[in-house]
């Protein structure tokens, strides 16, 4: 296995459990950093926005939705690179997000982990050389 440590993403869920299967997936290949909601995951942003390289995010949270915290963080910053991880499928505002470029994937529960891990490797990829 191949280890990208440098490569860091940020997993925003509102579900605990959610958070656990991400990071047990992913964190002996990327530094994955989680969030429980999206006002935690902007101050993570913040904090980590240099470092991060791509951020998922469950679209069903409480308070603010999924694509609603990507437009606020992507306005901030816009190098990073966003998706959403739905278990309900691929609805209208989702087709829009992909449409004008506010994501770059859509992903559905339960998530198959290979093709996160190519996508993460993608943008990482993206994002070197650009």
């Known amino acids: 296995m191949v280890d990208h440590k440098n490569i860091t993403v940020l997993y925003v869920d509102d579900e605990k459990d959610n958070l656990f299967v991400f990071k047990a997936n992913f964190n002996r290949k990327f530094e994955v950093i989680t969030s429980i909601s999206a006002m935690e995951a902007l101050d993570e942003l913040e904090e980590h926005h240099n470092q991060i390289i791509v951020v998922i995010s469950d679209m069903r949270m409480p308070v603010m939705n999924g694509l609603e915290f990507i437009k606020i963080a992507k306005a901030r910053y816009s190098k990073i690179f966003y998706c959403i991880l739905t ?19 859509c992903f559905t529960k339960p998530f198959d982990a290979r093709e996160i891990e190519d996508t993460i490797l993608l943008a990482a990829a993206s994002r070197l050389q650009g």
Do not use: E, M, R
Not at 87 to 105: E, F, P, T
């Open 87 to 105: 278990g309900y499928g691929y609805d209208d505002d989702i087709q829009q997000a992909l449409s004008d470029n506010l994501i770059l994937k």
